[in-house]
């Protein structure tokens, strides 16, 4: 079974363009997650979508957005970019609740 | 929020050494996972692991959640065992799925 996949791998955006991130979970996963990695700040949780649904949202600010569609790929756009966005943002997916969540490979983005 | 520390931070050891790392968390889970994360930045997962005790191979990972903390066994360290290792915990909480992730520890293995 194909694992999550995420696109692009690696991406460059000056400051002020937007961005969109895709994943698309493991074949019959309905739940997808977003987090960003920085070296200062780790692992934080960016929002969490279940059925096409947003069900939690991290502390970041509404420059951040996503969607899950009918077939559980799910996209994350940031608007307005700023050099602090530069991260790795990594996406997991999950059966069904509190079962175990498998992550991509993840995107590199760097804003310049 | 949950909080997840981990110890220690950074860790060094020969080649063949045993090691321990260890998880505390602030309040009960409804999931607990370790990974292992590469050096592109993938993380791989070791454990799904909210109670009791789980072997792979040379892994092990045991989780006393009555008590809030999880250990990760590494026996017969090889140089492929390098990397970050982190623990994240799902709070119990109905419909909360997300992971809140400890600071890691930083693994050398030194041949």
């Known amino acids: 079974k194909a694992g999550v996949t995420q696109t692009p791998r690696y991406l460059i955006k000056t400051r002020g363009q937007q961005v969109t991130l895709s994943c698309s979970p493991i074949?019959?996963?309905?739940?997808v997650s977003w987090y960003q990695q920085t070296p200062g700040q780790g692992l934080q949780f960016l929002f969490e979508y279940f059925s096409e649904t947003q069900r939690n949202k991290g502390n970041f600010p509404g420059r951040f957005s996503g969607r899950q569609f009918s077939n559980s790929r799910s996209e994350m756009n940031v608007s307005t970019l700023e050099l602090g966005d530069s991260a790795l943002y990594l996406c997991?997916?999950?059966?069904?609740?509190?079962?175990?969540?498998?992550f991509g490979p993840g995107t590199r983005l760097t804003v310049t | 929020g949950i909080q997840v520390e981990q110890s220690p931070p950074d860790l060094i050891l020969q080649e063949g050494a045993n090691s321990t790392l260890r998880c505390n968390f602030s309040?009960?889970?409804?999931?607990l996972q370790w990974f292992h994360q590469n050096p592109w930045g993938q993380l791989i997962n070791l454990f799904y692991i909210p109670s009791g005790t789980k072997q792979n191979g040379r892994l092990s990972a045991t989780t006393v959640a009555t008590e809030r903390y999880s250990l990760l066994y590494i026996s017969s360290s090889q140089t492929t065992d390098s990397g970050v290792y982190f623990c994240?915990?799902?709070?119990?909480?109905?419909?909360?799925?997300?992971?809140?992730f400890g600071t890691g520890t930083r693994l050398t293995i030194i041949p």
């Open positions: 074949s019959g996963h309905r739940s």
């Open positions: 309040d009960s889970v409804n999931n």
């Open positions: 994240a915990v799902v709070k119990a909480n109905f419909g909360n799925e997300k992971l809140t």
């Open positions: 997991a997916s999950s059966l069904q609740f509190r079962t175990e969540q498998y």
